[in-house]
């Protein structure tokens, strides 16, 4: 640390640099010239690494580093120029090979030169920004070699030949391949894509522009589809053989746009086996591979979706206004279902669940069921013939199936209400028949409809189900107390109605026998006993009644017959003949009410039990009934002129449409009235737009409909109209 | 590994000398050496030459030693170590260089930047290591104004 000491050592360190001289420089250089040649004619064993190392280590040391870097320069470029030569005289088949021999070479003598060459490439290098020698090494080979005028535009046709054979079916070498393109990845991304990736890109193109051409002339979708998926294949395997993954996307694309997206609108639209004829046909899949192919490509499951739509439509309606079909309301429900179901099949196993397909499908249904008027009403008939009969000895399980599917169509429908008046119909005749299958079944449904709509919608229903019950022990009460008085007179079974619950009849005029007036008195006089302030009429036009007959030649027979057909019978027990005029004036039973009971007693073959002259079938006023000695039936109970819910005639239609609209002012009014007392002021279209939201659970106002109502409120002044805007309304509390 | 355990190294002056492997891969050069031995063998495995003389020999007792001691002891056996004249320092610094021992040069480049400091001026930092002045007057001067505020 002490001054002393230097002197001595400032001597030595100039010695040290004075010398090295330029000779020194080039001797050294010619030593490493010589190992480069060595290396590159693989002779590099008898070589030292330790000296090479030492001596590029010195040249760098003492300033040299230039001469040295500029040197490998020159020297490797010669050698690269001699192997470029070789590549070049090789002939044929062979020309890939010796490239690949020679890279390998190239590579090996690289990396032994970089070794010896360490310490420039750690110091001088970077000093001056120079390229590193591995790096220098790449790109001479690239400039040298590859991008040589003859190898260059060679190298391309061979690989690209080399593609077009294996697509034709031919064998390649893959292992060759590999090494070549990974060759050209490793020489830089740039020079992958430029050199080959670009050009085979084209091809590809060209390639399979032709052949998506030449498959769509003469195959069908199918068969063109079973194409296209194995080519798409091939390609993936082609890159995960012997081309960079980063390929994959691109050639994909390629064959999806040539094979798929050109041809997208024909395959789905051909003749005889396009999308249409697919989905008819039940072609799975045929439709799994569409939708595989068609996701590929941009606005191919649109294409699809949007076809499979407008073919559900066409279908939907063409069975809606079918008029063979709507004969038949159970069949046609049935088949609406059955066309659901296949389609669901379809997009569960097809279309993988797809969310906008399963969207569509709803949408599409929505639309045509709405389109016929009749829908809620047929829907409703098809409930009830299951509850009748159809579900008879189904399994539990199965029953909720159906019903399932059931609330699914129900869904589907704009105007619930309607469906709602008809249902309460079509119940209230299963309950007071007893003709239901299964209670559970019945209620089970309730609850749907209640999860569905809501209490609202199911309470009245749920009343039904109650006065039955109610009714059933008032009964026994009845029994109870009067079971003695009774006796062996006719046996009398009520059900008690309230009257809001039950759909509203209309009130007619019957004359009871005298052998019933007795026993319903007693019973009138029993329920008011017990249940002050209330109100009993009966309804004679829901009633049945059992009879037991004896006919001429002693066959008895019982009778369930309905309650104005039991007064008609009855009279007869007086008079063996009578005419129309007589019986109408006798029982008051109104006119077509009337026509129709006796049409079932005396036309009916298999139940005339009375006999009707003249034999027309249309019962005239100048009629006359005879009861029938000669009535045969094979069976013991014989019943008449149980009429199942039927659907209804077209004035019936008009009847039931003109209540459901009355039925929907109020609701309507309400509607308005909630609105406005929360918002006070609103313009007209808002309240439209607010009074269809709130409603179309059950159903579409019409917005004729709701400006009458409007008005009609703001003449019982629970609105008015802006002094100054004319379409404002205003909430008067 | 094809090596035994020790290697041999013969340094430039012919001195043999029995290195741990794992000591000897400490230097860069020797490492890489030692790989290329297994996959090309041009280089005989156990004539290594090395150039440097005795500085060899104190290259490798430093790096022996370092393996031995601990933390704490290390410290005062460096500053022994390095307390040598500037001769032995050049070589040892030359011969860091050459072998890429890391530690063995951070240890070098401190010494010579605490001889660095130690000095006073420009003067005897030229004095001390033997460097030429070779700036012209007028360079001198203006590198003296830009820098002024050092108070060289």
Not at chain 1, 482 to 505: K, Y
Not at chain 1, 537 to 559: I, P, V, Y
Not at chain 1, 639 to 647: H, W
């Amino acid at each position: 640390m002490s001054a002393q000491k230097k002197k001595a050592f400032q001597i030595e360190a100039f010695k040290h640099r004075v010398v090295v001289d330029p000779k020194y420089a080039e001797k050294t250089w010619k030593i490493l010239e010589h190992a480069i040649h060595e290396i590159y004619n693989h002779n590099a064993s008898g070589l030292s690494f330790e000296e090479l190392y030492r001596n590029a280590y010195n040249m760098v040391l003492h300033k040299f580093g230039e001469k040295l870097y500029s040197g490998l320069v020159t020297t490797m470029t010669s050698h690269l120029k001699e192997i470029s030569n070789s590549i070049e005289a090789a002939q044929g088949g062979l020309f890939l090979d010796e490239l690949n021999r020679k890279w390998a070479e190239h590579n090996k003598a690289l990396q032994m030169i970089r070794d010896i060459l360490m310490y420039m490439d750690r110091t001088f290098i970077p000093n001056t920004h120079k390229t590193p020698v591995h790096e220098l090494g790449l790109n001479l080979w690239r400039d040298v070699v590859i991008h040589s005028h003859a190898i260059q535009s060679r190298l391309q046709a061979i690989l690209l030949e080399n593609v077009r054979r294996e697509r034709s079916g031919e064998v390649i070498d893959r292992g060759l391949m590999r090494s070549i393109t990974k060759m050209l990845m490793d020489l830089g991304p740039s020079v992958y894509q430029d050199d080959f990736e670009k050009h085979f890109l084209e091809v590809s193109a060209d390639f399979y522009r032709l052949e998506s051409q030449e498959f769509i002339e003469s195959c069908d979708c199918g068969e063109y589809l079973k194409k296209a998926e194995r080519r798409l294949n091939e390609e993936i395997e082609r890159v995960s053989h012997y081309l960079d993954t980063r390929s994959e996307v691109k050639i994909t694309n390629v064959v999806e746009t040539e094979m798929i997206e050109s041809h997208m609108h024909r395959l789905v639209h051909m003749e005889n086996s396009g999308l249409i004829n697919m989905i008819v046909d039940e072609k799975f899949e045929d439709l799994g591979r569409m939708y595989c192919l068609f996701r590929r490509v941009s606005n191919g499951l649109v294409l699809i979706r949007d076809v499979m739509t407008s073919f559900i439509r066409d279908t939907g309606k063409q069975l809606l206004t079918d008029p063979e079909r709507l004969k038949d309301p159970v069949d046609f429900v049935q088949h609406l279902l059955d066309l659901k179901d296949k389609y669901d099949k379809i997009i569960t196993s097809a279309f993988r669940n797809d969310k906008t397909f399963q969207n569509a499908l709803n949408s599409s249904f929505e639309y045509f069921i709405n389109l016929n008027s009749r829908s809620p009403e047929f829907i409703s008939l098809f409930v009830d013939d299951k509850l009748r009969k159809g579900l008879r000895g189904v399994t539990e399980e199965d029953v909720e199936l159906v019903l399932d599917k059931v609330m699914m169509l129900f869904r589907y429908l704009q105007e619930k209400d309607v469906f709602e008046k008809y249902y309460k119909q079509h119940l209230a005749k299963r309950l007071l028949s007893g003709k239901s299958v299964s209670d559970d079944a019945e209620r089970s449904l309730i609850v749907k409809l209640k999860t569905e709509c809501g209490y609202q919608f199911t309470s009245k229903l749920e009343g039904m189900f109650t006065d039955m019950k109610t009714s059933q022990d008032t009964m026994q009460g009845f029994h109870a107390s009067h079971g003695s008085d009774i006796g062996d007179g006719p046996m009398l079974s009520v059900q008690v109605l309230t009257t809001g619950s039950w759909p509203t009849q209309p009130i007619t005029t019957c004359n009871l026998p005298a052998e019933i007036l007795g026993i319903c008195e007693k019973f009138r006089n029993y329920y008011l006993g017990t249940h002050t302030g209330r109100r009993l009429s009966w309804q004679t036009n829901m009633g049945t009644a059992d009879l037991k007959a004896t006919f001429g030649k002693g066959q008895k027979h019982e009778l369930n017959v309905s309650t104005y057909q039991m007064c008609v019978l009855m009279l007869f027990n007086d008079a063996d003949r009578l005419s129309y005029k007589e019986i109408e004036q006798v029982t008051e039973i109104p006119t077509s009410d009337l026509k129709r009971c006796l049409q079932s007693l005396a036309c009916v073959k298999g139940k005339n039990v009375l006999r009707k002259e003249p034999m027309s079938k249309d019962i005239a006023d100048t009629d006359t009934f005879l009861f029938n000695d000669k009535y045969t039936s094979k069976f013991f109970k014989v019943k008449i002129g149980t009429v199942a819910a039927q659907r209804e005639s077209e004035p019936e239609n008009q009847e039931t449409r003109q209540r459901v609209e009355e039925d929907r002012k109020p609701q309507i009014e309400a509607a308005i009235v909630r609105i406005m007392k929360a918002r006070r002021v609103l313009d007209h279209n808002n309240i439209v737009a607010e009074v269809t939201k709130q409603l179309q659970s059950r159903f579409l106002p019409n917005p004729v409909v709701i400006k009458k109502r409007i008005e009609s409120l703001i003449e019982r002044e629970f609105l008015e109209r802006d002094k100054g805007d004319r379409k404002l309304y205003r909430y008067l509390a | 590994m094809l090596l035994s355990k020790n290697s041999a190294l013969e340094s430039k002056d012919n001195e043999i000398f029995e290195v741990e492997e794992s000591i000897a891969i400490q230097s860069e050069l020797i490492k890489t050496m030692t790989t290329m031995v297994n996959s090309k063998a041009y280089v005989n495995e156990r004539n290594q030459m090395v150039p440097e003389a005795r500085c060899r020999k104190q290259a490798n007792y430093h790096v022996e030693q370092n393996n031995k001691i601990v933390d704490e002891e290390l410290s005062d056996w460096e500053s022994k170590f390095f307390e040598v004249d500037m001769d032995d320092l050049h070589e040892l610094f030359m011969a860091a260089n050459y072998l890429e021992i890391e530690s063995l040069l951070n240890g070098v480049t401190k010494r010579v930047g605490d001889f660095i400091k130690a000095c006073k001026n420009v003067e005897v930092i030229r004095q001390t290591f033997g460097i030429n002045n070779d700036f012209a007057a007028q360079q001198e001067e203006e590198i003296r104004k830009l820098n002024s505020w050092n108070h060289i």
